[in-house]
C-alpha cells in the first residue's frame, strides 16, 4: 500500500537532498574510519584552550536555558568588531543562519543570484523555500561579482549569493573590489557576504563594516578558524533594522549554551588564532609542494583549505578522491564542471598529510587505469 502524507506542493516537488554527505556515512560505507579527515574544511588544530575550558564549566550550568538574547556573547561580538550590538545576530553557524535570512526574503518563485557551483548549502535553502536559483558560472575559478550583478539585474534577483573567499575553489576578490560591488548592487537586491574563511585570508579581503547600508549581511562563523564546527554557531553583522527582523523568526532558544560559552573564550583568545593561522598556513604550503610533486596545479587560497588541478575531467578527479578514499584519506572536490577537475585537501596534521602523500601518487597511478 502506498503511503500518502499531507506534504506542502514545495515538500512534494522537492528532490530528497543532502548538500553534504558526512565522512561518518562514507565510512560506514567503507567499513572503515578515514585516518586522514582532510575534506570538511574543518580546523584540525583545534579551538583555543580557553574555549574548551569554558566549555568544560558550562557543563553543571546546563539545565539552565541559555540567554535567548546571547548578551554575553554579542557584547564580545562587538567589542571585538568595535561596532553595537544592535547591529548582530547569533545563530546556529552560517548554514542555520543563511536558512533564517532566507526566510526574510524569499518565498516561491523569487529569484536568487549565485555562481554556479557555489557553497550548496545556500542553494539548499533557498529551493527549501520555493526561491528560483539563477546562477552564473566561475570565471577563472572565482565567483565573478560582475557577473553576478549582470545576473541580479537581468532577473531582479531579491537575493544575490557571495562567498569570499569562495568554497570550494578558496579563490577571493580584495575588499575594495568587493565594495565597488556593494555600490552598484541593484535596489531591489540585498548581498548575502558568507566570510567563513575570512579569517584566513590576507588583510584587506574584508571590506569595512558599513552599519549604514542596509543591502548587505555579512556571515561570520566560529566553524573554521576558531575550531568550533561541532559546537554549531556563527553570527551575521547588518543594518540594525535587517537585524531586528531576524527577531520576528529565528529559533530565539536555539543555540546550546557550550556554543555560546566557547565562542565567547575562543573570540576572546586571539593568541590561539594566530597561532591557528600559522599552522594552516605550514600545512597548505606542504599540501602545494606535495601536488606539484605529483605533477597537480595548486590554485591560489585564501582558506584553510586548496583545490588541485588534476588537469583532467571531472571523471578523473572523482576517480582520484576514491582511490583516495581505499587509502583511507577523506577529501572532497567541487561539484561542478570545469571546477570538477580539482580535488580540495583542508589542512591537516603532519599525520594526515604523511598519510595524503603516500597515497596520492598511489591514487593518481590507479585513477589512470
Ligand atoms: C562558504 C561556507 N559557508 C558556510 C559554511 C558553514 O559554516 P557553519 O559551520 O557556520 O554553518 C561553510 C562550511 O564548509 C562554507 O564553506
Not at 560506514?28 to 574544511?41: E, F, H, K, L, S
Not at 559546537?231 to 543594518?239: D, F, N
Request: glycine content about 8%; some cysteine; charged content about 25%.
Amino acid at each position: 500500500m502506498s503511503l500518502k502524507f499531507p506534504f506542502t506542493s514545495l515538500i512534494e516537488s522537492l528532490p530528497s537532498t543532502v548538500p553534504f554527505v558526512g565522512p561518518e556515512l562514507q565510512e560506514r560505507i567503507i567499513g572503515a574510519p578515514y585516518r586522514a579527515r582532510i575534506g570538511a574544511n574543518e580546523n584540525v588544530f583545534g579551538s583555543s584552550p580557553k574555549a574548551r575550558e569554558a566549555m568544560r564549566r558550562e557543563l553543571d550550568h546546563c539545565w539552565k536555558y541559555t540567554d535567548p538574547e546571547f548578551l554575553n556573547l554579542k557584547q564580545a561580538i562587538a567589542e571585538h568588531h568595535n561596532i553595537p550590538q544592535e547591529n548582530i545576530v547569533i545563530g546556529e553557524g552560517i548554514d542555520g543562519l543563511l536558512g533564517v535570512a532566507s526566510r526574510l526574503f524569499i518565498e516561491p518563485g523569487i529569484p536568487v543570484a549565485t555562481s554556479k557551483g557555489a557553497y550548496p548549502t545556500f542553494n539548499y535553502q533557498i529551493s527549501g523555500l520555493g526561491g528560483n536559483l539563477v546562477t552564473t558560472p566561475f570565471v577563472n575559478d572565482h565567483e565573478c561579482p560582475d557577473a553576478l550583478l549582470k545576473l541580479a539585474r537581468e532577473e531582479n534577483a531579491r537575493v544575490v549569493y557571495l562567498a569570499n573567499p569562495d568554497n570550494p575553489m578558496g579563490t577571493w576578490w580584495s575588499g575594495r573590489e568587493l565594495d565597488v560591488m556593494i555600490a552598484a548592487l541593484p535596489e531591489h537586491s540585498v548581498l548575502f557576504l558568507d566570510e567563513a574563511y575570512v579569517e584566513f585570508a590576507p588583510e584587506g579581503t574584508s571590506p569595512p563594516i558599513d552599519l549604514e547600508n542596509p543591502q548587505v549581511l555579512r556571515f561570520r562563523t566560529f566553524s573554521k578558524a576558531y575550531g568550533l564546527a561541532g559546537t554549531r554557531i556563527g553570527y551575521v553583522i547588518g543594518h540594525r533594522e535587517l537585524i531586528k527582523a531576524f527577531d520576528k523568526i529565528r529559533n530565539h532558544f536555539g543555540l546550546n549554551s557550550f556554543a555560546i560559552a566557547g565562542a565567547n573564550a575562543a573570540l576572546r583568545d586571539q593568541d590561539w588564532l594566530v597561532r591557528v593561522k600559522n599552522d594552516v598556513a605550514l600545512a597548505i604550503r606542504r599540501i602545494k609542494d606535495i601536488a606539484i610533486e605529483n605533477g597537480l596545479k595548486p590554485i591560489p587560497t585564501a582558506t584553510n583549505f586548496i583545490a588541485l588541478d588534476c588537469g583532467r575531467d571531472g571523471g578523473f578527479a572523482r576517480a582520484v578522491l576514491a582511490e583516495l578514499g581505499k587509502r583511507a584519506v577523506f577529501v572532497r572536490m567541487p561539484w561542478v564542471a570545469p571546477q570538477d577537475r580539482c580535488i580540495r585537501v583542508s589542512a591537516g596534521k603532519k599525520d594526515d598529510l604523511d598519510l595524503f602523500e603516500k597515497a596520492l601518487p598511489l591514487a593518481l597511478s590507479r585513477a589512470e587505469n
